[in-house]
């Protein structure tokens, strides 16, 4: 037998049996509940008016790339009259000196979103520690989210650039769209990350081949937080200091989002069970990170419309 029994307090003094009494709701100062619970402090009962689910949940999580493999692009291009021997899309060399860190971190296929099994529900006005209640994280270990950066597969690239002034050229790209004039073509190089540097750079990266000053011609790469924020929009591009850059590739709804981008949105998505036969699904909404250099992230995740099984009134709850 479930009993709920309600305790309403007058505030007319502090202490003393003349101070309890049965009053409305309009009149109460503070409504409770009484639960009961076991000696080792286990909940067995609670109020009608709990839900069997949270509303909110907080994982902590990592982000984890995953490198290229068997990458043999190489890249050849000829400016006016003069041909260079082709490089590795994916080398160092092919790089201007202050870019060729990129090669350490800016050559990712995939970035996971990865429980670290620690988090919280938020629920009955309070919160509770995962772990601690019958929510059991469904398909634990896999990941939340996954992040497919936009590279190159093909095994030979070759571009070509007809100076026609100074300020006038005419461009045929390595594949894709016909000649561009006066333009600069981008091309997916894949996808940045830096241990230490935060969630919010985790990004897509693009190579376009221009004259980088002192190291004469090379691949120049930009992210597309860069390019965007410069009035460079995927996917038809746009124009920087009087000139035109062009995207390639087309692009999935995936690709114009930045891995931040895909959580705050609601691309990661959890769901919890009971024993009891139900489960609820979670949508992520939002994250923070206080400690970038910790690599951890908190991921909030919001409750979908619905639940799968059946919902109890009165429910066990672990305390």
Known sequence: ?????????????????????????????QLGSLDTRTRDEKNILESSGSDLYPQE???????????????????????????????????????????????????FAQVHLIATGDGVLYMHGGHKVLGHTPHVLQNRGAPLMVKT??????????????????LRWVTTPAYGVGAVSSGICLMPYGGYIKEGRGIDTIDQ?????????????RLALRSLQELRANNILPPHGGRFDGTKYVFLDSFTQEDHLSFSGMIDIGYAHITLTRADGTSASYASWRHYQNDPGSGLIDVYFKKQQGLEGTENEYHTLEA
């Not at 037998?1 to 109460?28: C, F, N």
């Not at 990266?205 to 011609?217: V, Y």
């Open 205 to 217: 990266i693009f190579a376009s081949l221009e004259n980088t000053g002192g190291s004469g011609w």
């Open 57 to 107: 949940v907080m994982l902590r999580a990592r982000a984890v790339a995953f490198p290229f493999e068997n990458q043999v692009t190489t890249f050849g291009f000829a400016v006016n009259d003069e041909n260079y021997a082709p490089l590795s899309f994916y080398g160092p060399t092919i790089l201007a000196k202050k870019q060729r860190g990129f090669v350490d971190y800016a050559q």
């Open 1 to 29: 037998m479930l009993l709920i029994k309600e305790i309403r307090q007058h505030t007319r003094t502090p202490y003393g049996p003349q101070d309890w009494d049965t009053t409305s709701v309009e009149g109460a100062s």
């Open 149 to 166: 950066f936009m590279r190159q597969t093909r095994g030979h690239l070759f571009e070509r650039r007809s100076d026609l002034s100074p």
